[in-house]
T-cell receptor, first 115, second 116 residues
Framework: DGGITQSPKYLFRKEGQNVTLSCEQN?????MYWYRQDPGQGLRLIYY?????DFQKGDIAEGYSVSREKKESFPLTVTSAQKNPTAFYLC????WGRGSNQPQHFGDGTRLSIL | AQTVTQSQPEMSVQEAETVTLSCTYD???????LFWYKQPPSRQMILVIR??????QNATENRFSVNFQKAAKSFSLKISDSQLGDAAMYFC?????????????FGTGTLLAVQP
């Protein structure tokens, strides 16, 4: 079945450590997105990518980095510069094109906590 | 900048009854999309329904329907014959039409409880 796979489901980070969250999709979607979800808040966009080897900052990109070397993969690195990384992280993908807005399909998420 | 507001942090409905979740948004665009997503306790985001702003007819998906009032910038979700499985967080989202991206702007969500 086509879908989006995020791993791991739970992740713990030590002070000063970088951690990488994985996101893989087999939907053949062009665009991929990373969101952060905090209690009482909606989803906030961290980074997005419309095509391989290209990505753009979202609303809260500071302290995060991404890469898009393959169409199906869009890993997110939470760097030590992100001082409050504890949150639920959701990856999404969609088809993309001007003059349309294709629904985004989401993975099951990764919960990141600080040790 | 576009914004999405959900003014009801929590709602409750009796099983088999009807409930309406509110959403308002702000935009200067004339063409755009609006979405309702459901997030059950499993935390996966599930698309419930989608509305294109250029369509006057309200979208419907089985027990879910919307009341889209473009002039008032209002986009409410009606759930008919509520079921226990409808209990979830519901997010309203706005998306550009014809823009350079498919970025979505989400509201803060409404937590729906369904009472047996």
């Amino acid at each position: 079945d086509g879908g989006i796979t995020q791993s791991p489901k739970y992740l713990f980070r030590k002070e000063g450590q970088n951690v990488t969250l994985s996101c893989e999709q087999n939907l053949n979607h062009d665009a991929m997105y990373w969101y952060r979800q905090d209690p009482g808040q909606g989803l906030r966009l961290i980074y997005y990518s419309q095509i391989v080897n290209d990505f753009q900052k979202g609303d809260i990109a500071e302290g995060y980095s991404v890469s898009r070397e393959k169409k199906e993969s869009f890993p997110l690195t939470v760097t030590s510069a992100q001082k409050n990384p504890t949150a639920f992280y959701l990856c999404a993908s969609s088809n993309w094109g001007r003059g349309s807005n294709q629904p985004q399909h989401f993975g099951d998420g990764t919960r990141l906590s600080i040790l | 900048a576009q914004t999405v507001t959900q003014s009801q942090p929590e709602m409750s409905v009796q099983e088999a009854e009807t409930v309406t979740l509110s959403c308002t948004y702000d935009t200067s665009e004339s063409d755009y999309y609006l979405f309702w997503y459901k997030q059950p306790p499993s935390r996966q985001m599930i698309l419930v329904i989608r509305q294109e702003a250029y369509k006057q007819q309200n979208a419907t998906e089985n027990r879910f329907s919307v009341n889209f009032q473009k002039a008032a910038k209002s986009f409410s979700l009606k759930i008919s014959d509520s079921q226990l499985g409808d209990a979830a967080m519901y997010f309203c989202a706005y998306g550009d039409y014809g823009g350079a991206t498919n970025k979505l702007i989400f509201g803060t969500g409404t937590l729906l409880a369904v009472q047996p």
